[in-house]
């Protein structure tokens, strides 16, 4: 795999050569849209919403509306004015524990590769960072758009993950927050025998995406069916009006592998994998 990045951490008078490298990816399926009648591929035109033209693109600026109809043109030259220098370094900022920073700033992780004569540098960041249970904020330029980011040990490596700033987070007081109801005891104690019931070691390999399954299975069966209708749709679940959660919660428990209904088929037990030390 190609790294999308190259350059280095830097903390104090420290140095620490490194590439980036993406830690997730998402296979999704691709859809053209079609004419219905005849199965030719639609394109996209850019059209002037003034008099319905065709807009070639040496003819298109970039502009923002700053009222209703109103718009402050911006060129190329504009935006380099107000370019981030991408100094291909992960600068770190300060050091946080990981416990006091709010889940929601985290939305995209990397691997964090050391680079030639960076070896020892890299371990000892990972490993100070581990004997302190603390991350490392920083700031990086990827691709001219300057990210917050964090530096986290993981297992043998470390990771840079990506962050919101602040102010993109939408404050949950927008919201509606539920008014505040008595739990009676025994539904806090149905409540934590449903969670005890379901409860498992984390198998990550176990969890699957059945959406995408089930459309390259549909896509298979359609071509191979020369398009038709692959059966019926199902109907969606309707929520459950709860009036006595008591009597949801027993039903609920009796149904899982731990409750006391029908038992369900035993799953092999996996072998533990040796634990590795606990990182931040």
């Not at 030639?116 to 100070?128: E, H, M, P, S, V």
């Not at 071509?223 to 679940?237: F, L, N, T, W």
């Amino acid at each position: 795999m190609r790294s999308l990045w190259k350059g280095s951490i830097s903390f104090g008078l420290v140095t620490i050569p490194v590439a980036l490298f993406p830690a997730t990816r998402r296979e999704e399926l691709k859809f053209r849209l079609l004419r219905a009648s005849d199965l030719s591929p639609v394109n996209y035109k850019r059209v002037a919403e003034a008099d319905g033209k065709e807009v070639p693109w040496d003819q298109i600026v970039k502009g923002y509306e700053h009222e209703k109809g109103k718009f402050v043109v911006l060129k190329d030259e504009d935006f380099a004015r107000v370019d981030v220098e991408a100094t291909q370094t992960v600068d770190i900022i300060n050091f946080v524990k990981i416990e006091e920073v709010d889940p929601l700033f985290f939305y995209k992780p990397y691997y964090l590769q050391a680079e030639k004569g960076g070896d020892k540098a890299y371990i000892l960041l990972r490993d100070a960072l581990m004997e302190a249970e603390k991350i490392a904020i920083a700031k990086v330029v990827i691709r001219t758009r300057q990210h917050l980011a964090a530096v986290k040990p993981q297992k043998r490596g470390l990771m840079l993950e990506l962050m919101h700033f602040a102010s993109e987070l939408v404050d949950e007081e927008e919201f509606k927050q539920p008014s505040e109801k008595k739990v009676d005891a025994p539904e806090m104690k149905m409540a934590k025998q449903l969670i005890e019931s379901m409860s498992s070691e984390w198998q990550p390999e176990e969890y699957t995406d059945e959406y995408h399954k089930a459309l390259e299975k549909l896509v298979e069966e359609k071509i191979a069916q020369g398009d038709k209708s692959s059966g019926p749709v199902p109907k969606p679940r309707k929520p459950t009006n709860v009036v006595d959660l008591v009597s949801v919660l027993q039903a609920s428990i009796q149904q899982t592998p731990g409750g006391k209904g029908k038992p369900k088929k035993a799953v092999a037990k996996r072998p533990k994998h040796k634990a590795h030390k606990k990182a931040a």
